[in-house]
């Protein structure tokens, strides 16, 4: 991306460096007398630190007057004297010792943040509990049938689920449907309530991000089936969106591995345990319905043994049709054969990676061992995919085997990683989308583009931007750049296609019609089940695939048309429409720019209005087109226009400062300062007797007095 007329930030930065350099060198009695004058300007700032601290310290101690008797009284006199010694010495400081320190401290900080921080292990916390999960539940239904009192004619509900006023949604479109509606505060329902062992369900609350429930199960010797490979995807976005990962060839998506849900409906019932036998119509339409048919306030998860390792295996294939061949066999070898992991990025038309990964707990001695977040200099999994690619011919036997360990066997290359970081492993960088952002910076010099060596960021760049390149903060940022900026700088976007063939097709068509976006993430998902009549299919070619088939998703994230302005409606709408040509469906997370009609060409609009009317969710509950369709703010996107760097300049300078906040401080402030950064964190093993998890074939008297009745209750 390029700004002031074709120039890099940083090219015009250095540019201004070497013209500054060569005046000074050239025009010695010009830059002696700026010196000059420079230093008479310094010499005004030290007087005026003098005159500061000498305001300060009056009234420092007209405060300290005030005070002194109650802090003489009231605190140990080993403290007070510490504190009249602190502030004595702070008073003494000169403006450069005060410089000084201030610079010795960065300096420390940058230092250990750089060479020293690893990621460190601290204890797994204690569940939540049925007891303290049911307050925080009951507390949201009573909020809610307040709401149902109070109404006003047509006014609609949505939920507040932050803690600290930051959105970590990974939607991309806007929630104007907000402004107007009444909000009902869920922030306490993020944590994980329970763990049974013995019936392999993890029971978690719909605000839990991915990230602390893969820590929280890790510790506690379990990981659910599918866990979204961004952190701050939440548990319950992920089962109304239709989430899925690289083991959804098994598993299908987040919703298909959930047995059972809390949930209040739009008629105000708090109806619990809700599953494919209990109100089967409500359980199957609250997959991807984007919360349009109530406020869940507890999910029901299965569970697997966690590995220890991933075992991962990189297979090279010289285009994108073989790799799906390859996937489609890998994944079509059996549910208890097949590799545990499965997805691939499609590098460019003449080279595709195939991911495949299986659980182990002690991997090999003297085995290659991949770190990606343990420390802050480690690669970002996409760049070292893309090291891994150079290295790679396209395979000889560049065919389906029938053999059952075939495609396993010919990997040419593999390593080791720990389950956290294989399941993030597309955190840092989210996937690739962060090299737009670092190049405004950095120009091209923010990757390594040499073909003999390592691709991706510099080490010192990883560094610095191990926490604020991640999913979580890009996606504010984002959220601040706004609707039309993002649709007018990138394209984000997942289609689900029926099957390898249309995965192709689509590929083919980005390639050949001007956009241009290069690498596609490329993921099978199993069709584990049979649509229920009352699912309207949203984000699924449901109709289209047959049950236990595998479906492809194609995940087309970049900068298309070389860079240069396009239309964003005409180019999303012709891909919206080239999917659906295909039989392929988008997933409605993102910018969607159907008309209304168009969206329900493609959707059971019967099915879903039949359950918003039975559970008195039509009323309540904005519909999903109003909440998912970008509608009249199209219009403001209709046409090429360049994006002004001023016009995200805020929203850049935001992220950027946040950078060295989060550098700069300690952990300890983190919490406080709404910067979260998990993956430097690790939970302990949890003690086997650990309080809420069910480890025998019983229910825990806890249990029982909180879940045993079951349907619905008031």
């Known amino acids: 991306m390029k700004y002031f007329n074709g120039i890099s930030l940083s090219s015009f930065i250095l540019f201004t460096t ?237 919703a298909d591995t959930v047995e059972e849900v809390d949930i209040i409906t739009g008629d105000g019932e708090l109806r619990t345990h809700v599953s494919r036998t209990n109100e089967p119509d409500l359980f199957a339409a609250i997959a991807t319905s984007y919360g349009t048919h109530g406020i869940l306030t507890r999910i029901a998860v299965r569970v697997e043994p966690a590995p220890k390792y991933i075992h991962v295996r990189y297979l090279h294939m010289s285009n994108l049709e073989k790799a799906t061949n390859a996937m489609t066999a890998l994944a079509n070898e059996g549910k208890d054969e097949s590799p545990a992991f499965i997805d691939g990025v499609a590098m460019s038309p003449t080279s595709a990676m195939v991911v495949i990964g299986d659980g182990i707990n002690e991997p090999p001695a003297n085995v290659p061992y991949r770190s990606l977040r343990n420390n802050r200099s480690d690669p970002w999994f996409f760049w070292h995919l893309t090291s891994i690619a150079r290295n790679f011919a396209a395979l000889a036997t560049d065919k389906p085997k029938n053999s059952k360990l075939g495609w396993r066997g010919d990997a040419q290359t593999s390593e080791y990683m720990t389950l956290d970081d294989y399941l993030f492993r597309f955190d840092r960088g989210a996937f690739w989308m962060a090299r737009h952002g670092l190049q405004v910076f950095y120009g091209k010099f923010a990757y390594n583009y040499s073909e003999t060596s390592s691709a991706g960021p510099s080490w010192i760049i990883r560094v610095k931007y191990a926490w604020l390149a991640t999913t979580r903060q890009l996606y504010r940022m984002l959220h ?123 959707f059971d609009r019967k099915a879903y209005d039949n359950i918003r009317n039975k559970y008195k969710g039509s009323s309540v509950f904005p519909d999903i087109h109003t909440k998912l369709l970008l509608g009249k703010r199209m219009d403001k996107m209709k046409g090429a226009k360049a994006i002004s760097f001023l016009s995200c300049a805020g929203a850049m300078a935001l992220w950027y400062f946040s950078l060295w906040t989060e550098m700069c401080t300690p952990r300890f402030f983190h919490n406080n300062l709404h910067i979260e950064y998990t993956c430097m964190t690790q939970y302990a093993d949890a003690p086997s007797n650990a309080p809420h998890v069910v480890t025998e074939d019983t229910e825990t008297t806890e249990t029982s007095k909180t879940t045993s009745k079951k349907g619905k209750k008031k």
């Open 480 to 602: 601040a750049i706004g609707d039309e900026g993002l649709a007018r700088m990138y394209v984000v976007q997942d289609y689900i296609m029926p099957g390898p063939k249309e995965a192709v097709q689509l590929s083919e068509y980005t390639n050949e019609n001007n956009i241009g976006i290069w690498p596609l993430w490329i993921c099978p998902v199993r069709m584990v089940a049979k649509r229920h009549s009352s699912n309207a299919g949203f984000g699924f070619p449901v109709q289209q695939t047959k049950e236990n088939g595998l479906m492809f998703n194609v995940g087309v994230y970049g900068l298309p048309n070389n860079g240069e302005p396009f239309d964003p409606v005409i180019l999303n709408h012709n891909l919206e429409n080239k999917a659906s040509e295909l039989g392929g469906r988008k997933m409605l997370y993102a910018q969607s720019f159907y008309s209304e009609n168009e969206f329900w060409s493609l």
């Open 18 to 254: 070497i013209v500054l350099l060569t005046f000074t060198v050239v025009n010695g009695d010009i830059m002696s007398s700026i010196t000059k004058e420079f230093n008479n300007f310094l010499a005004i700032i030290m007087n005026g630190w003098e005159t500061v601290k000498v305001t300060v310290t009056n009234y420092f101690y007209i405060v300290v007057n005030i005070i002194n008797g109650p802090l003489q009284t009231y605190l140990p006199a080993n403290i007070y004297n510490y504190i009249v010694i602190a502030a004595k010495f702070v008073n003494n400081l000169t403006c450069a010792q005060y410089t000084n320190g201030i610079l010795g401290y960065l300096a420390w900080m940058i230092f250990y943040r750089t060479f020293i921080e690893t990621k460190t292990i601290i204890p797994a916390p204690t569940l939540k509990g049925w007891q303290e999960h049911a307050k925080d539940a009951v507390k949201v239904h009573t909020e809610y049938t307040h709401f149902l009192k109070e109404r006003k004619p047509d006014e609609k509900v949505s939920i507040n689920r932050s803690r600290n006023g930051h959105s970590d949604s990974n939607r991309t479109t806007a929630a104007d449907y907000k402004k107007l509606a009444r909000r009902v505060d869920v922030s306490n329902l993020d944590s994980v309530i329970a763990i049974d062992k013995v019936k392999n369900l993890m029971h978690i609350e719909p605000g839990l991000p991915m990230d602390e429930m893969a820590r929280i199960a890790i510790a506690y010797g379990v990981v659910p089936e599918v866990v979204l490979e961004f952190p701050g995807i939440t548990a319950g976005g992920a089962l109304c969106g239709g989430g899925i990962e690289s083991t959804s060839h098994k598993f299908g998506s987040f």
